[in-house]
């Protein structure tokens, strides 16, 4: 037998130009991978050595052997060449593609090709040679599995009925976010306000922090700890002299960014004359009390200019004068003790006579007990029986003048007693036992507007009401008391009646005195 030339090898075209010259129509990769190999193995003498010649007979799918031979002419020989002579081992077989039994399905890209070619399909792509590509199409299963995860998609649609499909909205998934992040063009002002708020905020755990930091390095240890033994027994918050205020420090322009950041505002119902001193009671406590701070221990919302000649001293714990390094924070800033020696001195010392006249003091009367009910949209006052301060006004000859602050209680979300009485309980013996308690509260943080312990940007406008004159009184009468305390919550009431409707217009309850 003679060997096999390049046109026995070839019976049909294989390139896209051949098959084109005789009107063949474009062979694909998936048509020839169904195409079932006839093979038949035959040996023969070429040349004194024995070859192996397998004869391949290509029957295209669902045609006879009858049609193939019409459409070749001729059976093409496949020649593999074996050294050796007949007893030498054979180069083994060549495994070929065979159409796989059973229904008569092949898998092609781990996909299932069905006989027919109705799976191909032609893009819209041409090569070079003017070819289309031709690809498979995917399985019904690869399509279900797609229609499973796609959601209906937004539809565009003009007046002339004419639509179009709109794909998904990029971010869509971050705006349905629980987490609403900051974004990165924050202008400098609000970054400055948000530094200035956290500072505040902070402070405590930060001062305190560093003190301890400063204790662990040998080398201050001989100034921290004469400094230690002097807080403790220093009098400062307490002695009435006011000798650590710094005007400088309480007018610097970042508490004009920390009173903008929510932002706060301070209103007069009435002017007030220097010839007398007073008790500003402020309501309602909130959280942090944010709005006392800016509005009497800062110069940023214009007290001086509102009450020319009066100097008003912001009150907070006697514990935090015992807190190294803030207890001086505060004293800078002109707060005092809240204890009755400290509030009796600042009363009756300074002043424009040295004993008094022009001094005023700022009591944040609900205390902790009140920043239990600190809800937003709400307002509830623990008023009704606290009347210590109306006996310090008498005992002192200070007139009486309430300021509510609307929006304070805005400014931040805590857990609500109601739905936790454990908690609540155990936030009460807290405050027996030490004197103040921890609300379980949370607002916004500085790069994100919905978790962390940042108060929120929520107006705060602070209202002063119309004093309340009082007569001293060595030893208070009660009669007289009750009347000064109900004076007091008239006022506070009439402040509310009259601005509700401008600055709680987002109130979800009208004013309610507790207790």
Same mark, same amino acid.
């Given at each position: 037998?003679?060997?096999? #030339? ?53 029957? $295209? ?30 180069? =083994? #077989? ?5 159409? =796989? ?43 279900? @599995? ?12 003009? @007046? ?9 909205? @990029? ?50 240890? =001989? ?29 610097? $322009? ?7 950041? *929510? =932002? ?16 500003? %009671? ?26 020319? %000649?009066? #100097? ?11 807190? $190294? *390094?803030?207890?001086?924070? @505060? ?32 009591? &944040? /009367? ?23 301060? &109306? ?14 602050? *609307? ?22 013996? /807290? ?85």
């Amino acid at each position: 037998m003679a060997p096999s #030339t390049d046109e026995d090898l070839n019976p049909e075209p294989s390139q896209p130009a051949d098959r084109k010259e005789n009107h063949l129509p474009p062979k694909s990769y998936a048509a020839a991978t169904e195409e079932n190999l006839d093979v038949q193995i035959q040996k023969a003498t070429v040349n004194g050595e024995v070859r192996t010649v397998t004869y391949t007979s290509i029957q $295209p799918n669902g045609q006879g052997s009858d049609d193939a031979s019409r459409s070749s002419g001729r059976t093409t020989p496949t020649q593999y060449v074996g050294s050796g002579k007949d007893d030498a081992p054979r180069s =083994p #077989t060549p495994k070929l593609h065979r159409k =796989p039994k059973g229904n008569g399905t092949a898998r092609t890209n781990g996909y299932r090709k069905e006989e027919q070619q109705s799976d191909l399909v032609e893009e819209k792509y041409k090569d070079k040679d003017g070819e289309s590509l031709t690809s498979i199409r995917p399985a019904t299963d690869y399509e279900t @599995a797609l229609m499973q995860t796609e959601k209906e998609l937004p539809v565009v649609k003009k @007046a002339d009925n004419q639509a179009l499909v709109s794909g998904r909205q @990029a971010g869509a998934g971050w705006e349905r976010s629980g987490v609403r992040f900051a974004p990165m063009n924050v202008p400098l002002k609000r970054r400055l306000q948000t530094l200035v708020v956290l500072m505040h905020t902070l402070c405590v755990a930060s001062l305190l922090g560093l003190f301890f930091l400063l204790c662990s390095i040998p080398l201050f240890w =001989p100034i921290l700890f004469p400094y230690t033994i002097y807080i403790l027994f220093s009098r400062a918050g307490t002695s009435g002299n006011l000798s650590h205020r710094s005007d400088f420090i309480r007018r610097l $322009p970042i508490w004009s960014l920390f009173a903008s950041y *929510f =932002p706060a505002r301070l209103h007069r119902s009435a002017p007030l004359p220097p010839t007398r001193k007073y008790i500003f %009671g402020y309501h309602p406590h909130g959280i942090i009390s944010h709005g006392a701070f800016a509005a009497f221990a800062t110069e940023a919302l214009g007290f001086a200019q509102l009450f020319p %000649g009066i #100097t008003n001293t912001l009150l907070t714990l006697d514990s935090n004068f015992r807190i $190294p *390094f803030y207890r001086d924070y @505060a004293l800078r800033m002109g707060l005092g003790s809240v204890s009755r020696h400290s509030c009796e001195n600042l009363l009756s010392r300074g002043g424009a006579n040295g004993e008094g006249m022009g001094r005023a003091i700022t009591i &944040v /009367v609900g205390g902790a007990r009140e920043s239990l009910d600190a809800r937003p949209h709400s307002l509830r006052l623990v008023l009704r029986r606290r009347k210590g301060f &109306v006996k310090l006004a008498m005992r002192t000859g200070a007139d009486l003048v309430p300021v509510l602050s *609307f929006g304070e209680n805005n400014l931040y979300d805590q857990v609500q007693a109601d739905a936790h009485p454990a908690i609540y309980k155990i936030q009460m013996a /807290v405050k027996r036992t030490l004197g103040f308690t921890i609300p379980l509260f949370h607002a916004r943080g500085v790069f994100n507007y919905d978790y962390g312990m940042m108060p929120y940007r929520r107006p705060l406008n602070v209202v002063v009401g119309r004093p309340i004159k009082v007569v001293r009184h060595e030893k208070p009468d009660e009669k007289y008391l009750d009347q000064l305390h109900a004076e007091y919550v008239r006022e506070l009431e009439r402040i509310w009646h009259e601005w509700k409707d401008v600055f709680a217009t987002d109130r979800t309850e009208e004013l309610q005195i507790l207790e």
